[in-house]
């Protein structure tokens, strides 16, 4: 961490300017450049492009055996901390019936949702050029309970998410399918830190920037088989060492050595992949003729990230608008002090939201309470009109 000031928005060099910039890509390369070794990954069936690769009935068999549970999990907490960033579980998911089934409900979902009001935002790539589902736990629970228990019923899951998360963690789930043609997504990094803006990081200390990746992981289990042609999500092993990655991730020199140096894992129809959302990637280019590419993309939070005390943040910021409007009329407050006060009051955060309802259009992430409360205030619109948009975000992101 010494090598990235700790006061806010000191890395403003990283994004403003190039300095430094050959410094950090060389020590981002020494970092990419290492090798998995079998010793550091005694459990694994086989190595593929540095990526360690398990057999999921030797995973499965592991689970009930406390001892042998453990030092499993301790080697994917290694893998995902220390090492490569991310592992693959071949036959991940056993039940290919099960599968199978999930797989009909979600392309019955998808064809539900283009028939109606869809076309929402994506995080990643072109709006509407792929099929998305949103919240597709939820979804497909409601679709067919008994497929959702035997589907999340797996071991491997259960196991993944615990080496990384401990216990109590929170399960959500996104289903994309790349269609033929389906071009690749931008290398990116994952949430938290990965989905805001490269000047939005800069709010965020150092440590912040360490700790953003401990408190999510990435999952993604196949639901057809995937060869090259198909686009395998393409992964740079080690990349989530780079402590400054959330701000190099998105500029010409890093993007052009992940497009040099990424490799990829074909996947068949029930295998896994997990990675440590500061891991650099991005879904690969689908440059087949007839390979519908699903996937079903965990997305498992830490049970950390929850505040002590609910707050009707909605009813503060109406209570304070014309507070603050009147306060910025007459210069008895500052556009930074009615900063802070917003910053004390209202919802600061795009997530959770329904994502259906509430796309990150325009951006990464949609538009939240905060936001509302600036664009208002700097507007001069009314309180009645500041208190509709709030309750129709609020609408918005009920499920």
Same mark, same amino acid.
């Given at each position: 961490?010494?090598? @990235? ?55 499965? $068999? ?19 901390? $220390?090492? &490569? ?20 409900? !979600? ?31 939820? =979804?497909?629970?409601?679709?067919? &309970?008994?497929? !959702? ?17 401990? #216990?109590?963690?929170?399960? *959500? ?5 790349? %269609? ?23 709010? @965020? ?27 395998? *999500? ?6 989530? /060492?780079l402590l400054e990655g959330y701000l190099a991730v998105g500029k010409p020199a890093f993007q052009t050595y992940f497009a040099e140096h990424y490799v990829q894992i074909p996947l068949q129809k029930g295998d896994m992949v997990f990675f440590n959302p500061a891991l650099m990637h991005a879904a690969g280019s689908n440059i087949s003729s007839d390979i519908y590419r699903m996937a079903n993309l965990l997305q498992i939070s830490s049970a950390f990230g929850r505040a002590m005390e609910?707050?009707?943040?909605? =009813? ?11 306060? =910025?009329?007459? /210069? ?7 900063? %802070?006060?917003?910053?004390?009051? &209202? ?19 949609? =538009? *939240? ?26 609408? #918005?992101?009920?499920?």
């Amino acid at each position: 961490m010494d090598d @990235f000031k700790t006061q806010s928005g000191i890395a403003s060099w990283l994004y403003e300017a190039d300095m430094g910039q050959d410094d950090l890509l060389t020590r981002f390369k020494a970092q990419v450049e290492q090798t998995t070794s079998s010793q550091d990954v005694p459990h694994a069936q086989s190595i593929l492009h540095n990526v360690p690769v398990y057999d999921g009935e030797a995973v499965r $068999k592991l689970a009930p055996d406390t001892k042998k549970r453990r030092a499993l999990l301790a080697e994917w907490t290694d893998v995902l901390a $220390k090492g &490569a960033g991310v592992f693959a579980i071949r036959n991940g998911m056993d039940n290919i019936a099960v599968l199978d089934e999930a797989t009909s409900i !979600f392309s019955q979902i998808i064809e539900a949702e283009k028939s109606g009001a869809g076309g929402g935002g994506d995080h990643f790539a072109k709006a509407g050029a792929n099929d998305r589902i949103w919240n597709a736990l939820e =979804k497909h629970c409601q679709a067919n &309970a008994h497929n !959702f228990a035997h589907y999340y019923s797996n071991d491997t899951i259960a196991m993944a998410a615990e080496a990384w998360l401990g #216990r109590g963690y929170q399960m *959500t789930a996104q289903v994309n399918r790349v %269609n033929p043609g389906g071009e690749a997504q931008k290398p990116h990094r994952d949430y938290h830190l990965g989905f805001m803006q490269a000047d939005q990081t800069l709010a @965020f200390p150092a440590h912040a920037h360490a700790l953003s990746a401990s408190l999510t992981l990435q999952g993604a289990i196949a639901h057809c088989d995937m060869p090259i042609e198909s686009g395998p *999500t393409q992964l740079l092993p080690f990349s989530q /060492h780079l402590l400054e990655g959330y701000l190099a991730v998105g500029k010409p020199a890093f993007q052009t050595y992940f497009a040099e140096h990424y490799v990829q894992i074909p996947l068949q129809k029930g295998d896994m992949v997990f990675f440590n959302p500061a891991l650099m990637h991005a879904a690969g280019s689908n440059i087949s003729s007839d390979i519908y590419r699903m996937a079903n993309l965990l997305q498992i939070s830490s049970a950390f990230g929850r505040a002590m005390e609910t707050v009707n943040r909605q =009813k503060l910021c109406v209570l304070l608008y014309s507070v603050l409007a009147q306060a =910025k009329s007459d /210069h008895t407050l500052s556009d930074l002090a009615i900063r %802070n006060v917003i910053a004390a009051s &209202a919802e600061g955060y795009s997530f959770p939201t329904n994502l259906d309802r509430d796309p990150p259009i325009g951006g990464l992430a949609p =538009k *939240t309470q905060a936001q509302f409360m600036q664009d208002g205030l700097a507007a001069g619109i009314p309180e009645a009109e500041l208190s509709d948009q709030l309750e129709q975000l609020r609408l #918005r992101q009920q499920s």
